[in-house]
């Protein structure tokens, strides 16, 4: 499945880039490269099964414990 | 500087792509129907006369800098520095936006048909509809909202007659029988979840025509949204009465009460294409606003690159966002609306104030 993975993003990581490095287009290159890590990151760390903190939780602490607001 | 985006829409394609816009929350009103059962329709109505005034306030700031979307907006009013602190927030509120819109459609339909399917596989088919809309632009959106909006329209159309045997008056009485925060919690859902997201549009509008026209289309968009939403809540309750707070999905069981002659039975579809339509539209306009944003923060040439890795951004977080739906729903109900108003109600506000006490855009050799 990790294999699978990385194959997916090696494919998607060539086919976008192509262009960008055929036309120049670095500061896109970078960007995309940079936006691609991230959500490869994430999908990895979720195949080897590892938890990532949950968006909901964070929001739920921010409000209550940081805002102090919420409702009961 | 080079325009990202080289589509224009009209003032009517913009109607239309906020009316749906609005229409994309209709699968949150399982919220509301929780907290407020049989006052859905006055909370609407409530909520809609509040929001009508930020939403106004939208228009002031967007007619103030024409042409400037929300990211140059910042820039010019806070700063370089602070104005891209801003512009960044906004962008993260975007993508956890689209995904809390995802999760709520991924975890919807599994509970209906093809249970036994991961939710990251409906997940990875939505988000790349999503892409290869966004990566078409906004004038193809804004065709496609036209489109959507018509075959929404007709479902409602049809659910309302296919249930009108059903409906009863008195299943919409007593009004306000509940405690007052909970109608006040009510109010602030719809506004924070259907209604707020709208501000979104402040990174499309500067890709109309005719500017002057904005405040026409926005207001007739909500509109639209508003009494779509409106219609579907008043035939729910007054179709299920008291069960509507009790049932999973209010719009779902108010269909399975069609029953004409034994053979229209079972018209839960009818439901999921509005889901799927709408929602679709909705996910894509802030999927569509999240790359437009970064690639604006950045001086970047085109947005069009961004679209995949954003949306695998997206599917990244849709699965560990949340634990469950009901860990969805309850953040939803009491820590959401508190945090959108964030960047739906306060950042937005403070921009005008600091506009209007700065007096910007200050006018050349003036």
Known sequence: ?72 | MTKLEKGVISSWQLTFLIGIFIQGSIFCTTLVFEIAPKDVWLALLTAFAVVTLFVLAYVKLMQKFPGKNLVQLNDIVFGPYLGKVFSVLYILFFILSTTADLRFIIDFIPGLFMTETPIIVFAIMFVFACAWAVRNGIETLARTSLLFLIIISIIVLLIVILTASKFDINNLFPVLDIPFIDFIQANHIILSIFFGEIFVFMMLIPYMDDMKKAKKSVLLGLTIGTVTMLIVSVMATGVLGNLDSIVNSPLISTVRQVEVATVLTRMDFLVVSILIFSVFMKISVVYYATTLSISQLLNLKSYKPLVIPVGIIIVGLVVPAFESPVAQAECGMKTWPFFAGIFEILLPSITLLVATICRLPKKRGG
Do not use: D
């Open chain 1, 1 to 72: 499945m990790i294999f699978f993975v990385i194959a997916i993003f090696i494919g998607i990581g060539f086919f976008e880039s192509r262009s960008l490095i055929k036309n120049k287009c670095w500061g896109e290159f970078a960007t995309f490269i940079s936006l691609l890590t991230v959500g490869f990151t994430l999908i990895l760390l979720q195949t080897l099964g590892i938890k990532i903190p949950s968006v909901g939780e964070g929001i739920k602490f921010f409000v209550e414990n940081v805002m102090h607001l919420g409702y009961k």
